[in-house]
């Protein structure tokens, strides 16, 4: 049977249901001046970054992927050893979903289940993940994008750490330009370190307005940590609105 969105959120624990508002204003912190549409400008990051630092030497030396081609962008992540997470994985993990996706969720790294499959978030969090994505109407194979921001798996499901994301990001900034998506939604800390290069805390980054090279950017928590924090499967859901909010007033090409 099939259910209807409000029984999907309360199936989700995601109650009492957001009701998104259409008439009053984004409210975003910080002191930020309204731009067009009523939506502040964004925090603009830079297109070529500084290195993290204290980078762990190359085992073998990743070729440059920005002007890789799909087919060949997979062959490289396959056969990469820039750093030390390819010396346990079984497989590494590209990414999956919608090449020409709007949307663009990015996690940590695979987990033991997207190790063994291949692909990111298969196990209990991917389930929460696509029931979120259903309560806006998306799936992943359809105007969605799931990568993370390590392709192999940390060891024990650590957390990867930031050498670790400073080797897989040449790849991420290609699917990124490849995918060239709407709206960027950073699933996490190590998400939203690996691609804005900050290092705060979830809290100081939810409702903030950032942008990746002119494309915006929504920070909010990953789902394994709402997986043992239901009560902020709420404040999850309102971002996500929030990101739909921001998609909807960006102009179209």
Known sequence: MRLSREQMLVEMGLGPIWRERTQAPLRVSGEISAGAGGLPPPQQVPE??????NPVPA?????????????????????????????QRKQAVLGVGDRQADWLFV??????EED??????????GKLLDNMLAALDLKRDH?????????????GNRTPEAAEMAACRPYLARQIALIQPKIIVLLGKAA??????????????????????????????????LLRNLPDKAKAWED???????????PTS
């Open 107 to 112: 996690g940590e790294g695979p987990g033991a």
């Open 59 to 87: 085992l073998v030396a990743a070729a440059d992927p920005a002007h890789l081609e799909w087919p060949e962008l997979a062959q490289h992540v396959g056969a990469c050893r820039a750093c030390g997470l390819c010396q």
């Open 48 to 53: 070529n970054p500084p290195d993290l630092a």
């Open 192 to 225: 939203a370190y690996a691609v804005l290069h900050e290092d705060k805390t979830l809290a100081a980054m939810r409702g903030q307005h950032f942008a990746y090279q002119g494309i915006p950017v929504v920070v909010t928590y990953h789902p394994s940590y």
């Open 240 to 250: 996500l609105l929030r990101a739909r909010q921001i998609l909807r007033a960006t």
């Open 143 to 155: 105007k969605v994008y799931i990568a993370n921001a390590v392709k192999c798996r940390p060891p």
């Open 116 to 125: 063994v499959q291949g692909e990111p978030f298969v196990g209990q969090a």
